[in-house]
């Protein structure tokens, strides 16, 4: 059975950084391709960041690029969510999710697997 988990949200303050996992059991994250997505009380869920199951290439919301990385940790079945510089509207659920191809898409139709979330608050 494919399972996502995602870990690591909490509440941190503005300024203050934050690396989600997704741990996949049951299949091997090497074989699909990665996204990360969020959702806020009452907005859309949408695309944050992407990695690319076939040469690793990832691709970032005008919103966190050049404050979040999105990598893939060394035989651990994990992909993490580097997140700098986190700002009051990052707040959200952070969603993992997974797809068996080389899609890297920010939009949440291609993605048959997902986590269960991890929650996020930035506030002082």
């Known amino acids: 059975q494919l399972q996502l988990v995602e870990s690591g949200g909490e509440l941190v303050q503005p300024g203050g950084s934050l690396r989600l996992s997704c741990a996949a059991s049951?299949?091997?994250?090497?074989?699909?391709?990665i996204g990360w997505f969020r959702q806020a009380p009452g907005k859309e869920r949408e695309g944050v960041s992407c990695i690319r199951r076939s040469d690793g290439s990832t691709n970032y919301a005008d919103s966190v690029k050049g404050r979040f990385t999105i990598s893939r940790g060394n035989a651990k079945n994990t992909v993490y969510l580097q997140m700098n510089s986190l700002k009051p509207e990052d707040t959200a659920v952070y969603y993992c999710?997974?797809?068996?191809?080389?899609?890297?898409?920010?939009?949440?139709?291609?993605?048959?697997?997902w986590g269960q979330g991890t929650q996020v608050t930035v506030s002082s």
């Open positions: 999710a997974a797809v068996a191809n080389s899609l890297c898409a920010l939009s949440r139709f291609p993605y048959p697997y």
């Open positions: 049951g299949f091997s994250l090497d074989y699909y391709s």
